[in-house]
């Protein structure tokens, strides 16, 4: 059996330093000390967050990876072929599932490979890095553990034409509008004239559809709603007591939204030591820990055109479940 070497094409920045402890945990003692109460999603994802967001993904009422996976097998290739052949820089990369499906197109197409995860976890960066340069022999990696904002100032000079950000699953809608105008701003000035962006999003449909891929018969999306808390617990040593909060997920269909909430079942008293700070809840009272917007096509292509991002193609499935929107900086 043959080695594959792939040290020599794999580097990873660690602009997150998983060993040390530099969190100072104002965002959790804002949120907390807000009414109504909430917490930033990002706390979501520590490796058994991650872990638990992946199986998340193969749920059956989890409809938003699937959908997403099929428009890609299809167009992959095609996206490819008006993009040619450039990095590709993915945002969140998880374990990069849906990142082989573009890989093949690219590798099909006969370009080079160069691929650049962004990811706040490095366990699951790492591992997926270094599956995909087995999988791919002649693909090199050059991931950063890192924020969104992080990683796209960092962005090491392109050595391809050309460069293409891809941000899939919908994570946009996780992000309030005001965030979403900061987002883009830090896109475009990462990209230059002629680069692509591509982006994924979940479209508005029947709420009852919405409700119940985010309170799946299995009890997986209340699992990772409620590890939000044992990683406080982690990270600040907290005594948050999980059996006391219960997993809600609502369509507010004004604001056209899923809203995740952990609710207290009882009034109690919560102390995370590191920060020094005491939170009180009431019986009912609810910590706010997700949106999850979902989005009108015609309306996102105009946000999108006064960002500087114009729609080169639009790809979606047989149901407009789903869509991705390939756009070029103008």
């Avoid at 991650?50 to 959908?67: A, H, M, N, V």
């Avoid at 374990?95 to 499906?101: D, F, N, P, Q």
């Avoid at 693909?139 to 990683?151: C, D, H, S």
Wanted: net charge negative; glycine share 6%.
């Amino acid at each position: 059996m043959a080695i594959i070497q792939t040290k020599e094409r794999l580097h990873i920045e660690y602009l997150l330093n998983p060993k040390a402890d530099t969190d100072d945990g104002r965002d959790v003692i804002m949120g907390l000390s807000q009414t109504p109460k909430t917490l930033p999603f990002w706390y979501f994802y520590d490796q058994k967050g991650s872990q638990l967001f992946e199986q998340i993904c193969t749920l059956p009422e989890y409809y938003p990876t699937r959908t997403e996976t099929v428009i890609l097998q299809a167009y992959a290739k095609e996206i490819g072929r008006i993009t040619g052949a450039c990095e590709l820089v993915e945002l969140g990369s998880g374990s990069s599932t849906k990142t082989r499906l573009l890989l093949d197109a690219y590798q099909e197409l006969g370009y080079p490979l160069r691929y650049v995860p962004i990811d706040v976890s490095s366990s699951i960066l790492e591992a997926s890095a270094q599956q995909l340069l087995i999988d791919y022999p002649e693909l090199k990696v050059n991931g950063l553990v890192a924020t969104y904002q992080l990683g796209l100032n960092q962005l090491t000079p392109k050595i391809l034409p050309g460069i293409m950000i891809f941000f899939l699953g919908s994570s946009l809608g996780n992000f309030t509008q005001e965030k979403s105008d900061r987002f883009f701003a830090q896109i475009t000035t990462a990209l230059t004239s002629g680069d692509y962006f591509l982006l994924g999003i979940d479209l508005q449909k029947s709420p009852a559809i919405l409700a119940a891929a985010y309170n799946d018969s299995q009890g997986i999306t209340a699992a990772f709603n409620l590890n939000l808390l044992a990683h406080l617990n982690w990270r600040f040593r907290g005594n948050f007591d999980l059996s006391l909060f219960e997993h809600q997920a609502k369509y507010n269909q004004i604001a056209g939204q899923i809203e995740m909430y952990l609710a207290a079942k009882k009034s109690h008293s919560v102390h995370l030591e590191k920060l020094d700070f005491t939170v009180n809840f009431e019986a009912g009272e609810t910590i706010l820990t997700e949106i999850s917007r979902k989005f009108n096509l015609q309306q996102m292509e105009q946000y999108l055109e006064t960002k500087g991002l114009k729609v080169r193609q639009l790809f979606t499935d047989s149901q407009q479940w789903f869509a991705l929107l390939l756009c070029e900086l103008i």
